[in-house]
């Protein structure tokens, strides 16, 4: 089965590369059904609805003025990454918080995934400001690839993220639907799978307060847990021992440890779009390994994950 094929693209404003646009185009040539791309951007200037000496018709032509500059410009740098075959177009709309006109667009347009090209944030911008990238990993209702660079490397892999020590259903199904997706993007990207889990280290405090605890046998105990759980993961899917890995650690040393050793083109991550100030505060796995990794970063959401931006719930 082809899977995303109605695929919506964050521009980036600020560079004439558009790697987010490549990757689109790499995953629409190898689709086996038609592929439509959106390539989508929302702007917004202040100053022009502060313009008290501009009536409302006249403000307006200003913005489209500006609306359709930007289209132009769109237009330009897309020349070179589209390919024949695939349907694509452009939408700038005029929006003063990108993220809330992007998940709009998402479910507008029904679109089966969305990807945005990203990069490193400081400590202090992650943390205080949320910015654009946080809010579509924990709101947009559909995958989010974030894209880190243009070039898709040779003999690249593609590592799923399991989280296999858990017995949650919600974290059981992310992992089926996390090698569901990376099934069908190795064969589309002709990369190698990988399965990839990380399991505790023995809490220090134990061993202090419980004189009488063995370190190693729990080690050992856990260990052995995982390892059981991913071989019922693997032997699931139709995968073999060689393509699965469990390593002690937290997953946001070991996941990208493993990407860089295995080569990684792409890591699949499930995130459970929490909000508010546990999100603000503590941060989500995702969010922790995307800034340590420098490969293409693909964010699922559970199934029956509703986005508090869903125009369906809204009052």
């Known amino acids: 089965m082809s899977i995303y094929n109605k695929i919506l693209v964050v521009a980036d404003i600020n560079k004439d590369d558009q790697p987010a646009l490549a990757r689109a ?16 951007l929302s702007i917004y200037d202040f100053s022009y609805d502060m313009t008290s000496m501009l009536s409302i018709d006249e403000r307006d032509a200003m913005r489209r003025g500006v609306i359709g500059q930007r289209e132009q410009w769109m237009h330009r740098v897309a020349k070179e990454y589209l390919l024949e075959g695939v349907n694509f177009e452009v939408k700038v709309v ?3 918080r990108p993220y809330e006109a992007i998940i709009a667009e998402v479910f507008g347009g029904s679109h089966d995934i969305l990807i945005k090209g990203t990069r490193k944030h400081d400590v202090l911008e992650s943390v205080i400001f949320t910015p654009t990238d946080w809010h579509l990993l924990r709101k947009c209702p559909c995958p989010v690839l974030l894209v880190k660079n243009e070039d898709w490397p040779e003999d690249a892999s593609i590592i799923a993220s ?3 020590g858990s017995e949650n259903e919600t974290h059981l199904d992310l992992n089926d639907s996390m090698v569901d997706q990376m099934k069908s993007l190795t064969e589309r990207l002709g990369a190698t799978p990988y399965l990839v889990n990380a399991y505790p280290v023995t809490p220090a405090n134990i061993t202090i307060e419980l004189p009488e605890f063995d370190p190693a046998t729990y080690t050992d105990a856990v260990r052995g847990h995982h390892l059981t759980a991913m071989k019922a993961l693997r032997q ?9 890995i ?16 295995l080569n990684a083109a792409m890591v699949i991550i499930g995130t459970t779009g929490r909000t508010g100030l546990s999100a603000v505060f503590i941060g ?23 986005s508090p931006l869903d125009p369906a719930t809204a009052i």
């Open 246 to 261: 469990v390593e002690q650690g937290l997953p946001e040393d070991v996941i990208p440890e493993v990407a860089e050793r």
């Open 25 to 40: 185009m790499q995953l629409a040539a190898k689709s086996r059904s038609p592929s439509h791309v959106t390539f989508f």
């Open 284 to 306: 989500n796995t995702a969010e922790h390994v995307i800034d340590k990794i420098n490969c293409d970063v693909l964010a699922l959401k559970p199934s029956g994950y509703i």
């Open 94 to 96: 005029w929006h003063n």
């Open 236 to 244: 699931k899917h139709g995968y073999d021992d060689e393509q699965t």
């Open 162 to 164: 399991v989280h296999v």
